[in-house]
């Protein structure tokens, strides 16, 4: 069965150190998307990609990076520079250029300790 | 745990007709609620949230919901739509206070016939 899997579910994390959630999907979807969500409040869009090899930021970009260099993987890293970075991380992809079915990953939980 | 219902997988209006978009809830502790929008080739964006203040909310680009606890409801409605309004909408719900995972209707694509 296609679907986008993300990894890991739960992640702890030091201050100061980088860390890379995993996003990978079998669609064979052109676009997907990164999103943080913090209690009581909308998701927000950190990067998205519509292509390999290229990915614009979204709203809050800043303490993040992304990669695509294979149409199915698009990981995220947490990086040091990002101030309150403990959140629910969920990664989505869609066709992109026809139709709008989203599909959503299962979501990742970051807890900075 | 929490869940939503999408009532209608694809809804049909034409210009300047109301918009109304049905989604419910269940939870089982008081709910947030909100409402997403998917243009195409765009990223998802919120449209408006319920967090326990006024039952109407109101949201960007002339959307509201009105949160309905007897009927465990949050109905979107728009009174005029335009040829923009064409996208997928996604109902979702979190539990209050510190939950972060939302949970996703399976969306509504609305199509806006001239």
């Known amino acids: 069965d296609g679907g986008i899997t993300q990894s890991p579910k739960y992640l702890f994390r030091k201050e100061g150190q980088n860390v890379t959630l995993s996003c990978e999907q079998n669609?064979?979807?052109?676009?997907m998307y990164w999103y943080r969500q913090d209690p009581g409040q909308g998701l927000r869009l950190i990067y998205y990609?519509?292509?390999?090899?290229?990915?614009q930021k979204g709203d809050i970009a800043e303490g993040y990076s992304v990669s695509r260099e294979k149409k199915e993987s698009f990981p995220l890293t947490v990086t040091s520079a990002q101030k309150n970075p403990t959140a629910f991380y969920l990664c989505?992809?869609?066709?992109?250029?026809?139709?709008?079915?989203?599909?959503f990953g299962e979501g990742s939980w970051l807890t900075v300790v | 745990a929490q869940s939503v219902t999408q009532l209608g997988s694809h809804v049909s209006v034409s210009e300047g007709a109301l918009v109304l978009l049905r989604c419910n809830y269940s939870?089982?502790?008081?709910?947030?609620l909100f409402w997403y929008v998917q243009y195409p080739n765009q990223g998802l964006q919120l449209l408006l949230k319920?967090?326990?203040?006024?039952?109407l909310v109101k949201g960007i680009n002339g959307f509201e919901a009105e949160f309905k606890k007897s009927e465990t409801s949050f109905h979107l409605t728009k009174p005029s739509a335009h040829m923009s309004d064409a996208a997928e909408y996604f109902c979702a719900v979190s539990a209050v206070p510190n939950d972060y995972k939302l949970s996703f209707g399976a969306g509504t694509t609305v199509t806006v016939r001239a």
């Open positions: 669609l064979n979807h052109d676009a």
């Open positions: 939870s089982s502790v008081p709910p947030y």
């Open positions: 319920y967090t326990s203040a006024a039952t």
């Open positions: 989505t992809s869609s066709v992109g250029n026809s139709g709008n079915t989203i599909y």
């Open positions: 990609s519509q292509i390999v090899n290229d990915f």
